[in-house]
């Protein structure tokens, strides 16, 4: 078992940066991979970034170039960050951290993020 707690989200103005933070905890040795998805009001949840245990991320075209994702493993730490630069409106999400462990996909509760002027 993972569980997963996100932190960061707030409200914004356009043109601004927020930093997402998930602690994951519980089976953490096993993680393969982590990641981020959002959820915009009315629509379907999409994949925005991921982190493989070697280090590879991929990003959604959307965020490319915006959003960088990166992971701490230090010190039994198994933190994932999203760091959010020229947020737009679009932005504007519950955005979900998860994790890939043993093959099963783990979810947080959300953090809501508000881009709004």
């Known amino acids: 078992q993972v569980q997963l707690v996100e932190s960061g989200g707030g409200l914004v103005q356009p043109g601004g940066s927020l930093r997402l933070s998930c602690a994951a905890s519980g089976g953490i040795r096993s993680i393969y991979a982590m990641g981020w998805y959002r959820q915009a009001p009315g629509k379907q949840r999409e994949w925005v970034a991921s982190?493989?245990?070697?280090?590879?991320?991929?990003?959604a075209d959307s965020v490319k170039g915006r959003f960088t994702i990166s992971r701490d493993n230090a010190n039994a730490k198994n933190t994932v960050y999203l760091q959010m630069n020229s947020l737009n409106a679009e932005d504007t999400a519950v955005y979900y951290c998860?994790?890939?462990?043993?093959?099963?996909?783990?979810w947080g509760q959300g953090t809501q993020v508000t881009v709004s002027s």
């Open positions: 982190i493989i245990n070697d280090g590879r991320t991929n990003y």
């Open positions: 998860t994790a890939v462990c043993d093959g099963q996909v783990y």
